[in-house]
């Protein structure tokens, strides 16, 4: 499919992808809601294990992102029969992928939680999480090629169907394997490990077998695993892919060692974290189908060789992300303990949440611009310059965070602010050098 750039196809592409961001965020969110009701300690430890394993989980969606950014380009040219090998090649690359990193967080990941996080009642207790949900890295990763694919020619509404299946598992299961109900065993933490890796399995077997009913294999070439170009091709998904992955540790890796460093000031503040972690995921589930929208628009009509529309449609799509996160906070403002409630039933832990959750209300803009924009950037095929930008941003980030934390003893609110100043540098940075045009002459 050749995108067009209004406003309505802006909005087709992204509402399906908000659709299946929403039901990822109710998975990352239900185990918040729920160990928020078993105790402080759970509830921080699988803020701790749950950022752990996002940081592996992104290693190869990025590899899956620049994959789509190929196949979106593809689309656009119309040339539909090179989709299959680039499909094939991401496939192959990120089942090895996942097995590596399965590998570590099964075996390096105890030891790494013991050596980095200072109480042993949380250590403990993310260990024994890890355990349970180290087996999805395998099962997310192999889904990933297919997101990509589906993002990639403009059909993201099975991106939905996908995600709603994995949510809704994982509500049920969470729900009978934390607490012991629905004649399941109570679990606690490992059930919350456990039923998240169970959903990621049955969430790939639907879309794979969605894939083998529904889409036409034979037109995209896909499954072929033709060795014609295997190497030609490894190479351009890995020059897109590796910036990507960098940028995308970076990022989540910065994440973690937030947390780590809120564990460090006090279980307390870890628990305030996780709390506004999970509405802070509320509020972003619509950019992310906004992002998504902006890369793989970009890439298709650069493909169609209309780079001139490129940054009218970057302005589109940030005007409709930015007055949606508009509706967001201003939801937050007048519901902020409803909010916060829905993830704990402990009323001083919400009241002391709330602070918290004004300064999140003010990154929301910050980082609806800049995720949109950097999204944009990697859409021309710039994965590198993106990555570039990424490690300005994060130094600063560290820098900031490492002083609030160790030198002037801060609240946890204002190492929150940290998210303020690491969106601004990161939006400011992307969003000068696509108005720049430097990338009219890089061609994938």
């Known amino acids: 499919m050749k995108v067009n750039t209004t406003y309505r196809e802006i909005v087709k592409i992204s509402y399906p992808v908000m659709i299946g961001a929403l039901a990822t965020t109710i998975l990352n969110v239900t185990d918040t809601a729920f160990l928020g009701r078993v105790g402080e300690t759970e509830l921080g430890a699988s803020a701790v294990g749950g950022v752990l394993y996002f940081v592996l989980a992104m290693i190869g969606i990025s590899l899956g992102l620049g994959s789509q950014i190929l196949i979106a380009r593809r689309t656009g040219e119309g040339n539909d029969e090179k989709v299959g090998s680039i499909f094939d090649r991401s496939f192959v690359w990120l089942i090895i992928l996942s097995l590596i990193l399965f590998s570590f967080l099964e075996f390096a990941g105890p030891a790494l939680i013991r050596k980095i996080v200072k ?69 606690g933490i490992a059930g919350a490990g456990l039923a998240s890796s169970i959903a990621e399995l049955l969430s790939l077997l639907f879309i794979v077998l969605y894939t083998k009913l529904f889409t036409d294999l034979k037109r995209y070439r896909l499954f072929q695993f033709e060795k014609e170009n295997d190497q030609h091709t490894d190479r351009r998904i890995l020059s897109l892919s590796s910036p990507l992955i960098l940028q995308n540790l970076l990022s989540m890796g910065a994440w973690f060692v937030f947390f780590v460093f809120i564990e460090k000031i006090g279980t307390h503040a870890l628990a305030i974290s996780n709390v506004v972690r999970a509405v802070y995921m509320v509020g972003m589930t619509p950019v992310w189908g906004f992002s998504v929208a902006a890369n793989s628009m970009v890439s298709n009509i650069i493909g169609q060789s209309r780079q001139e529309e490129v940054m009218p449609l970057l302005n589109r799509i940030l005007v409709l992300s930015l007055i949606t996160s508009a509706i967001i906070v201003t939801v937050f403002l007048i519901f902020p303990r409803e909010m916060l409630g829905i993830f704990t039933s402990d009323t001083a832990l919400i009241k002391d949440s709330l602070g918290t959750l004004h300064v999140v209300n003010a990154s929301m803009f910050f980082f609806t611009f800049a995720l949109v924009s950097i999204s944009a950037l990697s859409g021309t095929g710039l994965t590198r310059i993106a990555l570039y930008i990424e490690i300005v941003a994060i130094s600063i980030y560290f820098l900031y965070i490492s002083l609030v934390t160790f030198a002037f003893k801060g609240t946890v609110e204002a190492a929150w602010f940290s998210e303020v100043i690491y969106w601004l540098c990161t939006g400011l940075g992307a969003y000068y050098y696509i108005r720049s045009h430097r990338w009219r002459s890089y061609i994938i």
């Open 119 to 187: 109480s042993n009642e949380i250590t403990e207790a993310t260990v024994t999480f890890i355990r349970y949900r180290a087996p999805g890295l395998v099962f997310v990763h192999i889904a990933t090629v297919f997101r990509s694919f589906y993002v990639g020619i403009a059909r993201p509404a099975v991106i939905g169907a996908y995600s709603f299946v994995m949510a809704g598992v994982n509500v049920v299961l969470a729900y009978g394997l934390i607490f012991g109900n629905l004649g399941l065993p109570e679990m």
